[in-house]
């Protein structure tokens, strides 16, 4: 089993861009399928975007398509978010967690890390 740690939130204006990084230790990241979820304030936890283990698979949220961008590096056990185009309503706690495939589904998802907060200030 493998154990995420965010990191890389913080502050921005709409229009800037912030990348998320999560490393997740345990030697068997590479079998693993990562997925980003965040939580507005005062809403539910809801999908981002996930990755298959090879990085050769991908999906978005419609809410983030075509800004946001996941990807893997197996060598470093770390998963990314690189975010562009911030909006307000990108606010959110971010989350990362590792699964066996990709799913937009929480439950299909072993282990969450704690969570890297971002605003986007308008």
């Known amino acids: 089993q493998v154990q995420p740690v965010e990191s890389g939130g913080g502050s921005v204006q709409a229009g800037d861009s912030l990348r998320l990084s999560c490393h997740a230790s345990?030697?068997?990241?590479?079998?693993?399928?990562m997925g980003w979820f965040r939580q507005p304030p005062g809403q539910e936890r809801e999908f981002v975007a996930t990755?298959?283990?090879?990085?050769?698979?991908?999906d978005y949220a419609d809410s983030v398509k075509g800004r946001f961008t996941i990807s893997r590096d197996n060598a470093k056990n770390t998963v990314y978010l690189q975010m562009n185009s911030l909006k307000p309503e990108d606010t959110a706690v971010y989350y990362c967690?590792?699964?066996?495939?990709?799913?937009?589904?929480?439950?299909?998802?072993?282990?969450w890390g704690q969570g890297t907060q971002v605003t986007v200030s308008s």
């Open positions: 967690a590792a699964g066996r495939d990709t799913s937009r589904y929480e439950s299909q998802y072993e282990s």
């Open positions: 345990g030697r068997a990241f590479s079998n693993y399928a």
């Open positions: 990755i298959r283990w090879s990085g050769t698979l991908t």
